[in-house]
């Protein structure tokens, strides 16, 4: 069975530039969530969505960050502009109904120069 | 402030020699306890869910505990492949988005032959 599935795996763009992740949930799955994490400040959730809806988006640090969930299979999260204090990597994951054991993709790693 | 924090932050064990990790939490309202592996450069890979004090939940050589202020996770006769941070995470009612999950530090494992 296919997990969530994160594209890119690894990004690394200059200071100012729009950089977009992407994350396809496992399927049947009705919730999804946006982490980020670094070493200081372990795993933090950014947003999350129930049913392509968002319903918590307390996380997400600044305007410069936005995130989308047009259908139940595939979701973004954009930051523009970049800098360098959001590299670190970013997990997507994702939760059946009724339950709420996440499970995890392999993440991104975003590098901003 | 809800917070959950882990101890030790690193741990280096022999093959076979036995330890626990500990997680202590404070929330408003506990709704489930969840123990999740992450391996180097990979997503978080859930383990457990604990529910009410006295709940024991194990796998292989991990077993997980809970009361009503921590959970251990107990390694017997670990193995080098036990390698791996091991993350503690709780879901409280009492924040506003009821499907999201606080996690904490983590506790690095190192196995050793």
């Known amino acids: 069975d296919a997990g969530v599935i994160q594209s890119p795996r690894h990004e690394v763009t200059e200071m100012g530039q729009e950089v977009t992740l992407r994350c396809k949930p496992i399927s049947g799955h009705n919730s999804l969530f946006w982490y980020r994490q670094t070493m200081m400040r372990g795993l933090e959730l950014l947003i999350y969505?129930?049913?392509?809806?968002?319903?918590?988006d307390s996380g997400m640090p600044e305007d410069r960050f936005s995130a989308k969930m047009p259908n139940a299979s595939f979701s973004t999260l954009k930051i523009q502009p970049s800098e360098p204090r959001d590299s670190a990597v970013y997990f997507c994951a994702s939760t059946a109904s009724g339950s709420y054991e996440q499970y995890f993709g392999p993440g991104t790693r975003l590098t901003v120069t | 402030e809800d917070q959950v924090t882990q101890s030790p932050e690193a741990l280096r064990l022999q093959e076979g020699e036995s330890s626990s990790l500990n997680c202590s939490y404070t929330?408003?309202?506990?709704?489930?306890l969840f123990w999740y592996r992450q391996d180097p450069g990979k997503g978080p890979e859930f383990l457990f869910t604990?529910?009410?004090a006295g709940e024991e939940k194990e796998k292989e050589r991990l077993k997980a505990t809970l009361t009503k202020k921590e959970s251990f996770l107990h390694i017997t006769a670990p193995k080098p492949e036990d390698s791996a941070t091991y993350l503690c995470?709780?879901?409280?009612?009492?924040?506003?988005?009821?499907?999201?999950?606080?996690f904490g530090k983590g506790t690095t494992l190192s196995v050793s032959s």
């Open positions: 929330v408003s309202g506990l709704r489930g």
């Open positions: 604990l529910y009410s």
């Open positions: 969505f129930n049913n392509n809806v968002p319903i918590d």
């Open positions: 995470a709780v879901r409280d009612l009492g924040n506003q988005a009821g499907t999201a999950l606080i």
